[in-house]
Each structure stands twice: as structure tokens, then as C-alpha cells.
């Protein structure tokens, strides 16, 4: 499920800044810092995503940018907001996942304990879906941890590195893909 033209779609697109060769050379980086600075871009990315999301009892944001949205939408939404940190960001006890990035491994992790996620619908938020190893980091995490992961949902999505496949079959809402 993508916007394709929309309002919405045209209003992120005049909000992301891109930045050659970052953080790599060769890497055109797309920067939604403008975006979530803007009320109206916010609100209306958080907007757009409460519909596909409707019927979640909580909204998991992953480190760091996800929170942004995350907390965007929860608050539409009436649900709490999950924070899903990076590796050594929570004190112990921490629920981990270690997975592969094209330049080594990262970690995500969620508290063990104080937070019940067993049979809790929860919709995966982040800024970007590139290759999905995050996404799909998140999303196993969260299922081990009891929670039922409903769909993730991104404001972009970089549509050549085909991420989406990685989380199949769960359903991902983009905004814009490009």
C-alpha cells in the first residue's frame, strides 16, 4: 500500500532535503529533518498513517527517527508509543535482535520486562524502508517479545532496494516511494 501523487506524497517530497555523498560517498542521502519540523508536514504525515493503522493498541517507533512518527501517530491514534532502541541505549533486562547490515551487524533490543506485549496488535514505525533489515529486526523482536505486528508503516521508501520483500507478507504503507 503506497501514496502515489497525493497531497501528502507532494508535500514530503518538497520537505526532504537530499545530501550528496552521505554518509557514504556515492549515497544521496534523504533527509525528512525538514519535514518533521514542519506542523503541517507532521500532522500530516501522522494523518495519513492513522487510517492504515486504525485498530492498533500500540505505535513502535525505531531508533531514531521512527520515534518522531511514532509518537506522531500514537498520539492520533490514542495508543501508547514504543520505543525500539538501539543496542546499549535501555538498562537491563533487555529483549534483543542482532541482524546484518550491508557493513556489519547492529542490535535492537526493547525492555524485558515492565511493558506487556503479548497478543498487543502493534503497527513498526520508521522514517525509511530501504533494504528492511531493520523493519524486519524490529518486527521479529516485537513478535518474541508476544506482540502481534499488524503492519509496518514509513514516510519513504526507496523502492530499488527492495525492502518490502523482506517483510512480506506484512503489510507496508509508505507515503512515498521513489
Known sequence: ???RGGPVENLIASLTREVADFPTPGTQFK???????????????????????????????????GFLVA????TRLGTG????RKGGKLPPPVLAEQYHLEYGTAVLEIPAS?????ARRVVIVDDVLATGGTLAAARRLLEHAGAVVTMAAVVLELAELGGR?????????SLRSI
Open 71 to 74: 509518537a506522531a501517530l500514537a
Open 114 to 118: 515492565g511493558i506487556e506485549l503479548t
Open 165 to 173: 520483500g523482506l517483510l512480506a507478507p506484512l503489510p507496508v504503507r
Open 1 to 3: 500500500m503506497t501514496a
Open 81 to 84: 508509543v514504543l520505543a525500539v
Open 31 to 65: 533527509d525528512l529533518t525538514p519535514l518533521f519540523a514542519d506542523a503541517r508536514g507532521l500532522a500530516a504525515v501522522s494523518e495519513a498513517l492513522a487510517d492504515a493503522a486504525a485498530g492498533a493498541d500500540l505505535v513502535a517507533g525505531i531508533d531514531a527517527r
